[in-house]
């Protein structure tokens, strides 16, 4: 089992900044890969970024490329994501979810993720 918080969500101008963190609880965190989804109103719930159980390799949708980063601290058992730039269209729910599958590679795909944190909002104004 394990056990995922978000923080860090807020309101920010377009071009501003906000960093995301997700704590983890349950099974070591550094056996497992991690992602960050988000969901907008009235749309399906997205992929956004994704990172190995060990931090070395990353994964990101197209939309965030170059603006958003994801990282990780295994032993603070914590993971974020640095968002820059932002968009009015960055607005959505963030999620970070993990997978059931433990050292496996990280997955854009969302039926891979079992384990969800409850959200943290983001709102990007113009």
């Known amino acids: 089992q394990v056990q995922l918080v978000e923080s860090g969500g807020g309101l920010v101008q377009a071009g501003g900044s906000l960093r995301l963190t997700c704590a983890a609880s349950g099974r070591p965190f550094s056996s497992y890969s991690m992602g960050w989804f988000r969901q907008a109103p009235g749309k399906e719930r997205e992929f956004v970024a994704a990172?190995?159980?060990?931090?070395?390799?990353?994964y990101y949708a197209d939309s965030v490329k170059g603006r958003f980063t994801i990282s990780r601290d295994n032993a603070k058992n914590t993971a974020s994501l640095q968002m820059n730039s932002l968009k009015r269209e960055d607005t959505a729910v963030y999620y970070c979810?993990?997978?059931?599958?433990?050292?496996?590679?990280?997955?854009?795909?969302?039926?891979?993720?079992?384990?969800w944190g409850q959200g943290t909002q983001v709102t990007v104004s113009s």
């Open positions: 990172i190995s159980w060990g931090g070395r390799n990353t």
């Open positions: 979810a993990a997978p059931d599958m433990i050292y496996g590679a990280p997955s854009t795909e969302i039926q891979t993720y079992v384990y």
